[in-house]
Protein backbone atom coordinates (compact mmCIF):
# COMPACT_ATOMS: atom_id res chain seq x y z
CA UNK A 1 0.00 0.00 0.00
CA UNK A 2 2.88 2.27 1.10
CA UNK A 3 4.08 1.99 -2.67
CA UNK A 4 1.03 2.89 -4.20
CA UNK A 5 1.21 6.47 -2.93
CA UNK A 6 4.16 7.74 -4.43
CA UNK A 7 3.32 5.66 -7.90
CA UNK A 8 0.01 8.33 -7.36
CA UNK A 9 2.71 11.40 -6.78
CA UNK A 10 4.37 9.88 -10.33
CA UNK A 11 1.18 9.42 -12.38
CA UNK A 12 -0.23 12.87 -11.48
CA UNK A 13 2.86 14.98 -11.45
CA UNK A 14 4.03 14.21 -14.97
CA UNK A 15 0.82 14.85 -17.05
CA UNK A 16 0.56 18.15 -15.03
CA UNK A 17 4.11 18.82 -15.45
CA UNK A 18 3.98 17.70 -19.43
CA UNK A 19 1.11 20.15 -19.70
CA UNK A 20 2.57 22.57 -17.58
CA UNK A 21 -0.30 23.28 -16.23
CA UNK A 22 0.62 24.02 -12.43
CA UNK A 23 -2.18 26.35 -11.25
CA UNK A 24 -3.75 27.19 -7.77
CA UNK A 25 -6.26 24.53 -8.94
CA UNK A 26 -4.12 22.15 -10.07
CA UNK A 27 -1.93 21.93 -6.91
CA UNK A 28 -5.28 21.39 -4.87
CA UNK A 29 -6.35 18.94 -7.52
CA UNK A 30 -2.80 16.89 -6.43
CA UNK A 31 -3.78 17.38 -2.88
CA UNK A 32 -7.55 15.94 -3.84
CA UNK A 33 -6.04 13.06 -5.70
CA UNK A 34 -3.33 12.25 -2.74
CA UNK A 35 -6.92 11.44 -0.24
CA UNK A 36 -6.55 8.03 0.43
CA UNK A 37 -10.42 6.11 0.67
CA UNK A 38 -12.29 6.93 3.89
CA UNK A 39 -14.11 4.03 3.39
CA UNK A 40 -12.02 0.85 4.10
CA UNK A 41 -13.79 -0.70 6.44
CA UNK A 42 -13.66 -3.98 7.90
CA UNK A 43 -16.65 -6.37 7.92
CA UNK A 44 -18.66 -8.75 10.41
CA UNK A 45 -20.79 -7.73 13.88
CA UNK A 46 -17.78 -6.65 15.77
CA UNK A 47 -16.20 -4.06 12.85
CA UNK A 48 -17.40 -1.07 14.63
CA UNK A 49 -17.12 -1.35 17.83
CA UNK A 50 -13.98 -0.44 19.75
CA UNK A 51 -11.81 -2.51 20.91
CA UNK A 52 -9.00 -0.96 23.43
CA UNK A 53 -11.23 1.19 26.08
CA UNK A 54 -8.84 3.76 27.96
CA UNK A 55 -8.99 2.27 31.90
CA UNK A 56 -10.63 4.42 33.89
CA UNK A 57 -12.86 6.09 31.37
CA UNK A 58 -16.22 5.46 30.66
CA UNK A 59 -17.56 4.70 26.80
CA UNK A 60 -19.59 7.20 25.48
CA UNK A 61 -22.00 6.66 22.56
CA UNK A 62 -21.10 8.20 19.05
CA UNK A 63 -24.63 8.55 16.41
CA UNK A 64 -23.62 9.40 13.14
CA UNK A 65 -26.83 10.26 11.28
CA UNK A 66 -25.91 10.29 7.65
CA UNK A 67 -28.61 11.91 4.83
CA UNK A 68 -28.25 12.91 1.28
CA UNK A 69 -27.35 9.45 -0.52
CA UNK A 70 -28.31 9.39 -4.01
CA UNK A 71 -29.18 5.65 -4.19
CA UNK A 72 -29.42 3.09 -1.25
CA UNK A 73 -26.88 0.76 -3.04
CA UNK A 74 -24.01 -0.60 -1.36
CA UNK A 75 -23.28 0.42 2.24
CA UNK A 76 -22.06 3.76 3.99
CA UNK A 77 -18.58 4.16 5.52
CA UNK A 78 -17.52 6.28 8.78
CA UNK A 79 -14.43 6.80 10.30
CA UNK A 80 -13.10 8.53 13.62
CA UNK A 81 -9.69 10.10 14.49
CA UNK A 82 -8.63 11.37 18.13
CA UNK A 83 -6.10 13.41 16.49
CA UNK A 84 -4.58 15.27 13.39
CA UNK A 85 -2.62 12.40 12.84
CA UNK A 86 -3.58 10.78 9.95
CA UNK A 87 -6.76 12.61 9.47
CA UNK A 88 -8.42 11.56 7.43
CA UNK A 89 -5.73 9.49 4.87
CA UNK A 90 -4.52 6.37 7.61
CA UNK A 91 -7.72 4.08 8.98
CA UNK A 92 -4.54 2.69 10.54
CA UNK A 93 -4.77 5.51 13.11
CA UNK A 94 -8.21 6.07 13.04
CA UNK A 95 -9.84 4.83 16.79
CA UNK A 96 -13.03 3.32 15.03
CA UNK A 97 -14.32 2.87 11.97
CA UNK A 98 -17.06 0.71 10.05
CA UNK A 99 -19.59 -0.02 7.66
CA UNK A 100 -23.22 0.49 8.53
CA UNK A 101 -26.82 -0.34 5.93
CA UNK A 102 -28.81 2.49 3.93
CA UNK A 103 -32.50 2.62 5.01
CA UNK A 104 -33.90 4.82 2.29
CA UNK A 105 -31.89 7.89 1.77
CA UNK A 106 -30.34 7.79 5.45
CA UNK A 107 -28.25 5.75 7.64
CA UNK A 108 -27.33 5.83 11.45
CA UNK A 109 -23.98 3.89 12.71
CA UNK A 110 -23.27 3.75 16.35
CA UNK A 111 -19.98 3.98 17.73
CA UNK A 112 -18.57 3.15 21.28
CA UNK A 113 -15.50 5.65 21.86
CA UNK A 114 -14.09 7.24 25.40
CA UNK A 115 -15.32 11.01 25.94
CA UNK A 116 -12.85 13.36 23.78
CA UNK A 117 -13.00 15.47 20.79
CA UNK A 118 -13.23 13.40 17.61
CA UNK A 119 -12.85 14.07 14.08
CA UNK A 120 -15.19 12.19 11.75
CA UNK A 121 -16.09 11.21 8.02
CA UNK A 122 -18.34 8.77 6.50
CA UNK A 123 -19.14 7.93 2.17
CA UNK A 124 -21.55 6.29 0.52
CA UNK A 125 -19.76 3.17 -0.99
CA UNK A 126 -22.22 2.80 -3.96
CA UNK A 127 -20.26 -0.99 -4.93
CA UNK A 128 -19.50 -2.09 -1.38
CA UNK A 129 -16.23 -2.29 -2.65
CA UNK A 130 -14.71 -0.92 1.00
CA UNK A 131 -13.33 2.12 -1.13
CA UNK A 132 -13.88 5.72 -2.31
CA UNK A 133 -13.81 5.48 -6.23
CA UNK A 134 -12.58 8.20 -7.75
CA UNK A 135 -12.76 9.21 -11.66
CA UNK A 136 -9.41 9.77 -13.55
CA UNK A 137 -9.16 12.59 -12.35
CA UNK A 138 -8.98 11.92 -9.36
CA UNK A 139 -12.42 13.43 -8.25
CA UNK A 140 -14.76 11.01 -6.03
CA UNK A 141 -17.31 9.10 -7.58
CA UNK A 142 -19.07 8.40 -4.60
CA UNK A 143 -20.38 10.49 -1.98
CA UNK A 144 -18.42 11.79 1.09
CA UNK A 145 -18.95 13.74 4.21
CA UNK A 146 -17.60 15.62 7.26
CA UNK A 147 -18.86 15.96 10.73
CA UNK A 148 -20.36 19.78 10.98
CA UNK A 149 -20.45 19.54 7.32
CA UNK A 150 -18.05 22.29 6.68
CA UNK A 151 -17.63 23.42 2.67
CA UNK A 152 -15.27 21.46 0.50
CA UNK A 153 -14.01 22.42 -2.63
CA UNK A 154 -10.58 20.62 -3.79
CA UNK A 155 -9.38 19.14 -0.47
CA UNK A 156 -10.54 17.66 2.82
CA UNK A 157 -11.30 20.21 5.24
CA UNK A 158 -8.72 20.17 8.89
CA UNK A 159 -9.35 17.94 11.80
CA UNK A 160 -9.97 21.02 13.52
CA UNK A 161 -13.13 21.95 11.30
CA UNK A 162 -14.13 18.25 11.32
CA UNK A 163 -14.01 17.35 14.82
CA UNK A 164 -16.88 17.36 17.61
CA UNK A 165 -16.94 17.03 21.10
CA UNK A 166 -17.94 13.72 22.15
CA UNK A 167 -19.56 13.20 25.67
CA UNK A 168 -22.09 10.73 27.53
CA UNK A 169 -24.04 8.98 27.42
CA UNK A 170 -25.14 10.22 23.69
CA UNK A 171 -23.49 12.54 21.18
CA UNK A 172 -25.40 13.04 18.00
CA UNK A 173 -23.93 14.33 14.64
CA UNK A 174 -25.56 15.06 11.20
CA UNK A 175 -23.24 14.58 8.01
CA UNK A 176 -25.12 15.10 4.65
CA UNK A 177 -23.09 13.79 1.53
CA UNK A 178 -21.39 15.71 -1.04
CA UNK A 179 -21.08 14.25 -4.32
CA UNK A 180 -18.61 16.02 -6.91
Given at each position: ?85 GWPEDKAKSIVHGGFPIEGDQATEIFQIPPGRYGVAAIHDENSNQKLDRNFL ?43
Amino acid sequence: MALLEPMRLILLWFPLQHLRVWTRDAMRLAVLLLLPALSAYPQGPDAAKYSDPIPGKPLCTLRIHVTGFRNDQGKAGGIVFASPAGWPEDKAKSIVHGGFPIEGDQATEIFQIPPGRYGVAAIHDENSNQKLDRNFLGVPKEGFGFANNPRVLLEAPSFQTASVNVGCPVTQIDIHLIYK
